[in-house]
């Protein structure tokens, strides 16, 4: 009989592979807030580590992981966003997040950064879905999971997240040859 490897172990295996994509996420959820990805990234795996005898294995550990990275950088940017009450005067940093930035020309550049603008446009509900699906890749199930959501409802949003983004990208001008 085999013994199964408890939650701790399964990270510590899957950490190489998880890392960049949990950071790549966090990257997004805090676009242009001037929030340090690779530290709120840290963070993220602190408090898993911190909290891995809460998970159940009733989903996978990276949905699990998902789930404290959302939360995470949601809970940052409401940080930064008191903090900035405060200081009016500070603008947003325009950094860029984590698409693999093998583009080789001015114009792939610009059309990532267009698409990057746009979906940090986007009202939070919204982009979280978009990241998770187009960007994270995730089923419309464990969207539903991560999300709290039923999956209908998922899609709906999905869709509609999706014809904002459109309509955004247009706006800017983005033509994207297909």
Do not use: C
């Not at 995470?72 to 200081?87: F, K, N, P, V, W």
């Amino acid at each position: 009989m085999f013994a199964q490897k408890s939650p701790q172990q399964q990270l510590d295996e899957q950490l190489e592979e998880l890392y960049p994509r949990i950071e790549r996420s966090v990257r997004v959820y805090t676009l242009g807030s001037g929030i340090d990805a690779a530290d709120l990234t840290q963070e993220v795996f602190l408090k898993a580590v911190r909290s891995i005898d809460s998970f159940t294995e009733d989903s996978a550990l990276y949905t699990w992981l998902f789930r404290i990275a959302r939360n995470t950088s949601i809970d940052a940017l409401r940080r930064l966003r008191t903090r900035r009450r405060y200081q009016a005067d500070s603008e947003m940093d325009e950094t860029r997040f984590g698409f693999d930035d093998d583009t080789d020309t001015i114009d792939s550049r610009e059309s990532v950064r267009m698409v990057q603008q746009a979906i940090a446009q986007l009202e939070p509900d919204y982009r979280d879905l978009i990241v998770m699906r187009e960007m994270e890749g995730l089923s419309i199930a464990e969207i539903a999971e991560i999300a709290d959501l039923k999956e209908g409802t998922v899609k709906s949003r999905l869709f509609r997240a999706r014809l904002m983004l459109k309509e955004l990208l247009t706006k800017a001008g983005y033509e994207h040859d297909t």
